[in-house]
């Protein structure tokens, strides 16, 4: 090759210098060429100084011969130095050949090809702005080189890079998006600490709205908040952190709906930073953008409720899921009952497509976002716009509840989930009744299961919204009653339906006392009892360990008196008799001892009411299931003729064990304060002739024990009727007149008792001969 015609303008002295391997010869022909390229440059001579420049570029800087390409990279920069700030004409030629060598095997002319481009840079300074993107990319590869020196070199050009993105007004960021969120996905350590360092500039630069495009790098940022680095890590954090001030200061710019699936996702990583950023994020989300945040809600309920049954070791996530889903559950109003779920008042801006993201910043609305406390949320915590175009932000309740539901059938949550879990159902039955009932039917069943959870707590919560949907007017409407053909009323049944305080209704309902989140007893009542039941027969061991707990608390949230009376009805129709006897035991002893009843008691105890001799009936049909609590009712009600009638019974039915536990449990209630009116009777004999007569039946019913010598002791300070007569004789009691004109066939009663008690003995009868047929298999 002739080298004087084929490299002209270079003169052959520094064409061979340029592929001389020391470094000092290639460095005095790149004195040449620039002083070269100095006159091109003052004669105007364009034509020359490309003609050189392409020389430089295709002989030596991309030639296969190490010493060339090391000379082509000087020659370039002595190039650049040359043409000054004349060197903005010619930038794509001479960054494109350096930016190849930053591929190059050998670590010295990767640093070679470092240094030249700090020289073109330098000497360019804001005109290598359009040229951005091929630069970043070639130094976020040398970011992440094996080579000290390179790795040196590449940092020295990043500082330099910059400072002039930082002085500059004319930095593109839309063109740079896209490879942002390309190279924000590298998994190289000093790849991930060179993009952090990027973004933190970037963010610090006034003129550049990084928060507009925070939706498309989001999620890199959170991968890398999760790197094995220490100082990635922290900043990792610190860029994050800054990202979160300027949503707090500008919240009506934020773009919060395509960023809330991303913060889904790392609300639920492994990596407790990762998790806790997020969750704090996520908190901040939900208390500045308001019901904006709602589409999302079973997303957020996905990641946000595991978190509450968390222990000590990561307190801090515990404290802040807490805190996301208390806010969250303030955005749900009665309005969203109301709303038809295709056509919704509550709107925010249309979200730009992906293209016009990148093509150009996001518009600000006119308004701007209510950021009041989460305690204060109300309608206008959405973005108030100007423009027609709209999206409607609705409940997504199906999606909630599939996840409320999801939670609460793996058995493996916590059981502050849990708990949550119910409080989150609980609070939709009293904000959206109405949409809440198209789910009860699916819901129902695992709300009973959940009666049997360990935690009384739980069970607690899960009661109050088994109540709300037993007595909300929402279950009472066409088509949510029970769907179980088995659980359809028998007959009919007459329950007191009490009404909201201060609404009570003339009729049927005076005088009655009632929560007021309890207004009335739903279809859903009837079939919630009947089912409770079923759980108690199937699971004794639920009704032994909870069952008094269950229906007393059940007393509190629902209307006593109701729940007796369908209980009772109930368990009138109840196959399973030695069930049923159980059950009336059960129900007896809470009606006779809890405090919760007290009200219920008395107005059995006195029978004034039309009502009140109804529920006895109702109840006395049933307690005959349970011969001692069938005598404890008529002692509670006062209808001791009835209760001797009973006793002188007891000499057809087989006597057992438990039937003598059952009296001697009878006696120690009889002396416990719920009887102290029967114990003062004892002082007016000539009027309670009876009560004397049914206590000495009971005691002849007693083998000699401990409550055969308390009964008896008792029976021995009943005084004398005649030392009892004052002069103005004895006046007949008014229970006892109130007995007899009671208007109640006792007489009916008594056989009907009679005819259960016969029912009693054909299935102990049929259990025994079960047995001894199982036992003659065993034998054989």
């Not at 060197?87 to 001479?94: D, V, W």
């Not at 481009?117 to 000497?123: A, E, G, M, P, R």
């Not at 303030?330 to 093509?359: C, G, N, R, W, Y």
Request: with cysteine; hydrophobic share 40%.
């Amino acid at each position: 090759m002739n080298a004087e015609r084929d490299l002209a303008p270079l003169a052959p002295s520094v064409v061979r210098a340029l592929n001389d391997k020391l470094y000092e010869k290639r460095k005095v022909a790149a004195l040449e060429i620039e002083k070269l390229v100095r006159e091109f440059v003052a004669q105007n001579n364009t034509s020359q100084i490309k003609h050189v420049i392409q020389i430089l570029s295709q002989e030596f800087a991309l030639s296969q011969h190490p010493h060339s390409r090391k000379g082509g990279l000087i020659g370039l920069a002595a190039c650049s130095i040359a043409l000054g700030k004349d060197s903005g004409l010619y930038l794509k030629e001479l960054i494109e050949p350096v930016l190849t060598c930053f591929n190059d095997a050998d670590s010295r002319l990767r640093y070679y090809a470092c240094e030249a481009l700090y020289n073109i840079v330098k000497v360019a300074r804001g005109s290598v702005l359009p040229h951005f993107n091929v630069l970043f990319d070639g130094l976020s590869k040398l970011a992440a080189d094996p080579d000290p020196n390179v790795k040196s070199g590449s940092e020295l050009l990043d500082r330099l890079l910059k400072d002039i993105v930082t002085e500059s007004n004319q930095f593109d960021l839309v063109g740079f998006i896209p490879l942002l969120r390309e190279r924000i996905y590298s998994n190289n350590q000093y790849a991930r600490q060179f993009i952090i360092s990027w973004i933190l500039v970037l963010e610090s630069v006034p003129d550049i709205n990084l928060l507009d495009y925070l939706p498309e790098i989001l999620d890199g940022l959170f991968q890398i908040l999760g790197d094995n680095s220490k100082e990635i890590r922290k900043m990792c954090e610190v860029a994050l952190g800054e990202f979160l001030k300027e949503i707090k200061k500008n919240p009506s710019t934020v773009k919060f709906a395509e960023m809330a699936n991303i913060l889904v996702i790392h609300c639920q990583a492994a990596d407790d930073l990762i998790q806790l950023t997020a969750m704090c994020w996520m908190r901040e989300f939900i208390q500045l953008a308001g019901r904006v945040m709602l589409p999302y809600s079973s997303g957020i309920l996905t990641a946000v409720l595991p978190c509450l049954s968390y222990d000590d070791r990561k307190k801090n996530i515990k404290e802040v899921a807490n805190v996301c889903n208390q806010s969250l559950m303030k955005l749900v109003i009665p309005e969203d009952d109301e709303m038809d779920e295709a056509k919704q008042s509550m709107t925010l801006p249309a979200e730009p497509t992906s293209e016009e993201s990148l093509s150009k910043p996001e518009a600000v609305s006119s308004g701007s976002l209510d950021a009041s406390s989460d305690s204060n949320f109300s309608s206008s915590s959405v973005f108030m716009v100007t423009s027609s175009e709209r999206i409607q932000v609705t409940l997504n309740l199906d999606g909630i509840v599939q996840v409320l539901d999801c939670h609460l059938h793996d058995t493996s949550i916590g059981m502050m989930t849990r708990i949550a879990v119910l409080k989150w159902l609980y609070h939709l039955y009293i904000k959206t009744p109405r949409k809440m009932f198209r789910h009860t039917d699916s819901l129902f069943p695992i709300l009973l299961r959940t009666l049997s959870d360990e935690s009384d707590e739980v069970i607690l919560k899960d009661l109050e919204v088994l109540a709300e949907i037993a007595s909300s007017p929402a279950g009472q409407t066409e088509g949510h009653g029970p769907s179980d053909g088995s659980d359809v009323r028998p007959g009919p049944v007459e329950l007191h339906v009490p009404a909201r305080a201060g609404q009570l209704s003339s009729s049927g309902t005076k005088g009655l006392e009632c929560s007021p989140s309890t207004p009335t007893m739903n279809s859903y009542f009837y079939k919630f009892m009947i089912n409770l039941l079923k759980r108690f027969s199937s699971e004794r061991k639920l009704l032994e360990t909870r069952g008094a707990f269950i229906i007393r608390q059940l007393c509190l949230l629902l209307n006593a008196e109701n729940i007796f009376h369908s209980m009772a009805d109930i368990l009138l129709r109840e196959e399973d008799l030695k069930f049923a006897s159980t059950m009336v035991h059960t129900l007896n002893t809470i009606l006779l001892t809890s405090s919760e009843l007290f009200q219920l008691r008395n107005q059995l105890k006195d029978l004034k009411t039309p009502e009140s001799r109804n529920l006895f009936c109702c109840l006395y049909r049933s307690w005959c299931h349970n011969p001692v609590t069938t005598v404890s009712l008529c002692f509670l009600t006062q209808n001791y003729k009835h209760a001797y009638d009973l006793i002188q019974k007891f000499g057809d039915l087989e006597v057992t064990v438990d039937f003598l536990t059952e009296v001697d449990k009878l006696v120690q209630l009889i002396e416990c304060p719920i009887f102290t009116y029967l114990r003062l009777q004892l002082l007016d004999v000539k009027n309670n002739p009876y009560l004397i007569k049914a206590l000495y039946g009971l005691l002849m019913l007693l083998p000699q024990s401990s409550a055969f010598q308390l009964l008896s002791h008792r029976l021995q300070c009943v005084p004398n009727p005649e030392l009892m007569q004052t002069t103005d004789g004895t006046k007949p009691s008014t229970s006892f007149k109130r007995a007899s004109a009671s208007n109640i066939d006792y007489t009916e009663l008594l056989q009907h008792f009679e005819k259960v008690q016969n029912k009693h003995l054909e299935a102990r009868h049929q259990r025994a001969g079960r047995a001894e047929q199982l036992d003659r298999r065993v034998v054989l």
